[in-house]
């Protein structure tokens, strides 16, 4: 079989593959074709472009399985990227379940640790129960209607009455064997929906936009809520030998008690002092910063070379402040709305971030940051003291001499940031 993958800037690959290929055999195939690093983030995206819907296939699923879903008229693509947020409830589940939107069978200690969480959504007998209001699209209508809902074992149902869960006011409103769950990408645009948080049910073999049954959520963390919920209710222990396979065969690893490895970006980034006869790493930030604030300006006084994308020398005289251009992080002209949706797409994570132009002020740049749940934009501001031009994010309290300098101490220090830079969003090529 022969499929086809495409990747963010829409280069794509052919390649050919058994019939009884998994999600994760196509991404480590990928990996190694590409000679990327495995960080157990890559993840095989099905992007929808005709109804903007996307999903992150599940590591376990077949890939032709998946492809045979598809129809014609919907255009219909498979992407590689990276998915940090693809198994962060197993790390921090308490954030994923909010206390007003879970309720424990009467049995069970309210007060469960975050292992106790897991044990129960992963059970075969007992399951938490889900509820909040959701806005529906009526079958066959334009309007939206907004019910309190109720994940339960059996499906999904909604309260003819407002939030009673009498069996007499609970209506069906879907189960989940048969159906895919997907994210909406576009917010309000296709789908007419009242908020930018809408998630969708479309059934297997289904015959088109027709069968699709819509939902949104007021706010990213009750679709979050839902989402993962679902997730968990469909694949259920599947879900966690997904999570634990990359970790099988390490010293310490017991069930729901592993430590995750840390990230390569983490690994990589430590302050380092050099100047005297023994390297030392530097602990303290304000240290840290001073060392590199000074670095960078003998750096600058030298007239040092850095490399531009082709791997040749460039100095700094002659490209001004462009060498950021070169970076993975950095999107140059792309909107507000656009770096959102890349964020999303990488995984709402703390610290999953991209450095891009301004479109409101062409002179200077916007950090777009993941955080809570939330996407933050910090504004980036030139600075020009005693002939020189400096970046700052703090009204000047912190000066640095390029958007790489100003990323790589972000990358150790949180700052004036709500969390450290942790994940950059890379526009990869296949």
């Known amino acids: 079989q022969v499929i086809k993958v495409y990747s963010e800037d829409d280069t794509s690959r052919a390649l050919e593959v058994p019939a009884d290929i998994t999600a994760r055999d196509v991404c ?14 890559w993840t095989l995206f099905e992007q929808l472009n005709h109804t903007g819907l996307g999903r992150a296939i599940e590591d376990h699923e077949l890939v032709m399985e998946v492809q045979s879903n598809w129809v014609m008229e ?14 962060e409830f197993f790390k921090n589940p308490l954030s994923f379940f909010p206390d007003h939107m879970i309720s424990f069978p009467s049995e069970t200690n309210a007060a469960l640790s975050h292992s106790g969480i897991l044990q129960m959504f992963l059970s075969s007998s007992t399951y938490p129960e889900i509820h909040g209001y959701l806005h529906a699209k009526e079958q066959g209508k334009k309007s939206w209607k907004k019910l309190y809902f109720f994940l339960r074992r059996s499906g999904l149902y909604f309260s003819t009455k407002g939030t009673s869960k009498e069996p007499r006011h609970l209506q069906f409103f879907c189960e989940f064997s048969n159906s895919d769950m997907y994210m909406s990408l576009t917010g309000k645009r296709i789908s007419g929906a009242p908020t930018n948080y809408g998630f969708c049910f479309k059934p297997n073999k289904s015959g088109g936009t027709r069968d699709l049954k ?38 310490g690893c017991s069930p729901l008690n592993i430590t995750p490895m840390r990230s390569i970006s983490e690994n990589s980034l430590v302050a380092m002092d050099f100047s005297g006869h023994r390297s030392r790493i530097i602990e303290n930030p304000t240290e840290a910063l001073s060392v590199a ?12 070379l850095r490399l531009n994308t082709h791997g040749s020398p460039i100095a700094m005289s002659d490209t001004g402040m462009s060498i950021h251009r070169s970076q993975s992080w950095f999107h140059h002209k792309i909107s507000r709305e656009e770096a959102q949706r890349l964020i999303l797409q990488h995984g709402l994570v703390d610290g999953v971030f991209l450095v891009r132009d301004s479109q409101s002020n062409p002179k200077t ?5 993941s955080h809570g749940l939330k996407i933050k934009h910090f504004q980036i501001v030139p600075l020009e003291d005693d002939g020189k031009l400096f970046y700052t994010l703090d009204d000047g309290h912190t000066r640095f001499t390029d958007l790489i300098q100003l990323v790589e101490f972000y990358q150790l220090n949180k700052g004036v940031l709500p969390c450290k830079l942790k994940h950059y969003c890379a526009r990869i090529a296949l």
Request: proline share 1%; with cysteine; glycine share 4%.
């Open 28 to 41: 480590h195939l990928l990996i190694l074709k590409n000679h990327y690093i495995d960080d157990h983030s």
């Open 74 to 87: 919907e255009e219909t693509k498979l992407y590689f990227r990276k998915n940090y947020a693809k198994y």
């Open 214 to 251: 819509q939902l949104c959520a007021d706010d990213e963390q009750s679709r979050t809520c839902w989402m993962t919920a679902i997730r968990l209710l469909k694949y259920g222990m599947r879900l966690y030998q997904n999570y634990m396979q990359p970790y099988q065969g390490r010293s």
């Open 293 to 304: 604030v000074e670095e960078g300006l003998a750096w600058r006084r030298r007239g040092c």
């Open 365 to 369: 740049f916007v950090l777009s940051l």
